[in-house]
């Protein structure tokens, strides 16, 4: 790897009481450029513009997918990632489905590790703070043919990240738009996924809804996900959460999810889950929590959803009794180091630099 | 309009008997940024690299449409453009479906003009020979947050075209994969669609067809689009077409080939089309033709296509008899001005620099 640091640091004017999430990027990226068939070596670089003209076929043809993973910063200083692995197995998911090259694990590890190692002052420590990274690869070619692009770039950005949407959320039961086909990308990490949805969500919004719980585009029937998260729906004391298909991104909070839930002895089942149900759970009262899982946020609660122009609202559980925060805060402790890791998820980053 | 003139003029470097579509950038290209919620002025400048960041949203979640559009130069050198209107009206519909801003029709057709009229050295001259423009809108705010971005780029690059894609095709009727689903972006030029098919089209290519005809996501029996194009079918001597749908690019060779067809007294039925209608008529032999259209390569026979592992061939007719060549060819000579342009489609580009 090759290191070009940057002589222009920004890290003493960085606040980490005070600071914007999303558009405060660290020192550094990674960079690395895929030619001829192979990649080249990666580079640290100084965070900034490169030369992209307007025919780049990521920006034309949306051949462009990412990773979304964080990395926490313990009491003592020590810093993790969580379970890097899934996102590294699930970036070549995406990328084979959109026709590009796979990343080699030695890549995108060592790049993520060595930009963490090297900018660990601009990770935050205390609750719900952590570093927000963004690995992603992308068409790089500049031609106007419509067909496999040539010519990739893999790059990792990162920005310090605040928790946000800790309120519970109202959601919307998607009855028109969807957000995956049968036989298309909803599984991946596609870059044309996300805009896909920013209209939708914004008409939702403009109901006085935070989110959008996509259901399947054929019949409307099935849950999918919500917003960027995956969805999970508790009736009685049984946590449902639809399974992983083609059209549903394979979640690692989901998954961590489903494991928490079980070593603490909760009922979990795995299967399609039908607006009927959840109306049928709302009816009969035995409806008792509904919630969204991804790393942005960990959990969203949801506090009340639309369907049929009709909102019904959800019960307010406490803390304890909430199954949603008891995962959710195991959760939290063991990314966040304050407790054992049964899972063997923490890997820590070592320091080298 | 701001022009900023190249000082580094490739013209005399281009050879219209030798070069390459798709990447032999005209000299200049139109830009303009959206910010504070309005557009810039336009500028026309030099072709090349602008400086944008891997953070950038139009590559991270795909928030980016285009459209693809021609000039043709004729016996005379007069430059004609082809219904641009369309293309203006349909850039928009993709924007908003993206929740990105729409351009102005001052904008998207003086951008236009201007940078052909400057580029008409450019443009080749001959049978199936052009300038192949791409405008296209995208996300250029270096923010991480999955939301709509507030900064946009408008461009424009040109690039001289021949007319390739001329021998007939055989083409595999997707049972599995697909392009767009209810509710989604299917009728959008939006950047994602393209990329989601490269992987499907790679397979079908694998097993020795050309492209896909793409059908419905639900069912896999109605017929949606052929690759990067609009679909016609002929049983006997009835022309069929889908209706334009939100999973259906409004094309604007589509629309020209029903109202050519439906001019030279040709029976067209614009309707949902099965795959067991086509498999019935192939069956008892009234399946005449099938083909592809679109601005790129205007129209692509069908020679065979596949279905359920088998393959079926398709008649070969003379230029006099198929009704995709016939409207092929007077659609090509309206577009070329050599003769009358009776739906008045041409759009000639004056002559100011
Ligand atoms: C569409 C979608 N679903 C679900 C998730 C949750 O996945 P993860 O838990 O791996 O962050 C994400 C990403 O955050 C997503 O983009
Ligand atoms: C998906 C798709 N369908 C159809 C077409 C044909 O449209 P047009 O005739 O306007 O070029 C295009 C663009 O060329 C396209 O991208």
């Not at 990521?58 to 993790?80: L, P, R, T, W």
């Not at 043919?145 to 990792?156: G, L, P, Q, T």
């Not at 969807?178 to 914004?202: C, D, E, I, L, M």
């Not at 049928?280 to 609660?301: F, I, S, Y």
Request: charged share 25%.
């Amino acid at each position: 790897m090759i290191i070009q640091k940057s002589d222009n640091l920004r890290i003493s004017t960085f606040d980490p009481e005070n600071f914007s999430f999303g558009n405060t990027f660290v020192d550094h990226m990674v960079i690395c450029e895929f030619e001829n068939g192979k990649w080249g070596e990666p580079k640290i670089v100084p965070y900034g513009p490169l030369g992209f003209s307007p025919a780049m076929m990521g920006i034309n043809y949306g051949q462009a997918c990412f990773e979304g993973m964080k990395a926490y910063k313990d009491k003592d200083g020590d810093v993790f990632l969580f379970r890097p692995e899934k996102n590294f197995a699930r970036i070549n998911k995406s990328a084979s489905r959109l026709a590009m090259p796979e990343v080699t694990e030695e890549m995108f590890m060592d790049g993520i590790k060595t930009l963490v190692d090297m900018e660990r002052a601009w990770i935050p420590h205390g609750e719900g703070l952590s570093l927000y990274i963004r690995p992603l690869i992308f068409a790089t070619e500049e031609i106007l043919k419509a067909r496999i692009s040539e010519k990739y770039m893999f790059a990792v950005v990162a920005t310090p990240a605040k928790s946000y949407y800790t309120e519970p959320v109202s959601v919307k039961i998607a009855e028109y738009y969807s957000r995956s086909a049968n036989g298309g990308v909803g599984f991946a990490k596609a870059a044309g996924n996300y805009a896909a949805a920013f209209h939708p969500t914004r008409l939702a919004m403009e109901e006085g809804y935070d989110q959008i719980v996509w259901t399947d585009d054929s019949t409307h029937q099935y849950l999918e996900e919500s917003g960027t998260m995956n969805v999970f729906v508790r009736i009685n004391d049984t946590i449902y959460t639809p399974p992983i298909s083609e059209k549903i991104l394979d979640g690692v909070t989901r998954d961590s999810f489903i494991q928490l839930a079980q070593s603490l002895q909760m009922n979990v089942q795995v299967e399609p889950i039908s607006v009927d149900v959840v109306m049928e759970a709302q009816k009969n009262g035995t409806l008792r929590e509904m919630w969204g899982v991804g790393t942005a946020v960990v959990t969203t609660v949801f506090k009340s959803f639309g369907f049929q122009n009709e909102k019904y609202d959800l019960p307010e559980l406490s803390d304890e009794d909430s199954y949603a925060l008891t995962i959710k805060n195991k959760l939290t402790s063991i990314q966040s180091n304050l407790c054992e890791d049964p899972f063997g998820w923490r890997l820590k980053v070592e320091k080298n630099n």
